[in-house]
């Protein structure tokens, strides 16, 4: 070796190492979290699509076919199909909500979502054990959600109040 020539020493380059594995952690962690989060917004989206698509529906009923569309629980409609020919309001009604709730459903085990459409208080959010129905007050589509976000499970929840 020639004198006042100097290399790294193993320390110092496994304190280098040790810095730069990290720093990449950093980096997979916050990659991680922007995923969870595209994901979560881009549910929050099909909810909007799903929701303006049931809305719209209801609001090109007359006003007195409205009923059809009111549900006692999150169960109601999880079943059921399209009504293809001379179908009545009730049918109309059964079929758009079914597909509604099936809309909720296809994402699958990372979110879990309920919806409803019912009268109660627009300030009073849902839950997914709680959809704040009462039977009085405005019309709405209220729809809670459950999200994974960071490894916890978030619980979202929206009102879309209807008007004729």
């Known amino acids: 070796m020639i004198a006042g020539e100097r290399g790294f020493s193993l320390v110092e380059a496994q304190v280098a190492l040790l810095i730069w594995a990290?720093?990449?952690l950093a980096l997979v962690s916050v990659q991680a979290k922007s995923l969870s989060q595209a994901r979560d917004s881009e549910f929050g989206g099909r909810v909007g699509d799903a929701v303006a698509a049931l809305?719209?529906?209801?609001q090109a009923s007359p006003e007195s076919v409205w009923p059809h569309y009111l549900e006692g629980g999150y169960d109601d409609h999880m079943s059921g199909g399209d009504c293809l020919t001379a179908c009545s309001a009730q049918q109309l009604a059964d079929a758009a909500l079914f597909r509604f709730k099936r809309a909720l459903q296809a994402e699958g085990r990372s979110v879990r979502a309920r919806g409803i459409?019912?009268?109660g208080d627009s300030k009073v959010r849902p839950t997914l054990a709680n959809a704040?129905?009462?039977g009085k007050g405005e019309?709405?589509?209220r729809v809670a959600w459950r999200a994974r976000l960071g490894g916890k499970w978030l619980e979202h929840a929206g009102v879309w109040p209807l008007r004729p």
Do not use: N
Not at 55 to 58: G, P
């Open 22 to 24: 990290l720093a990449v």
């Open 117 to 119: 459409v019912c009268r």
């Open 132 to 134: 704040g129905c009462d």
């Open 55 to 58: 809305a719209s529906a209801i």
């Open 139 to 141: 019309w709405a589509v």
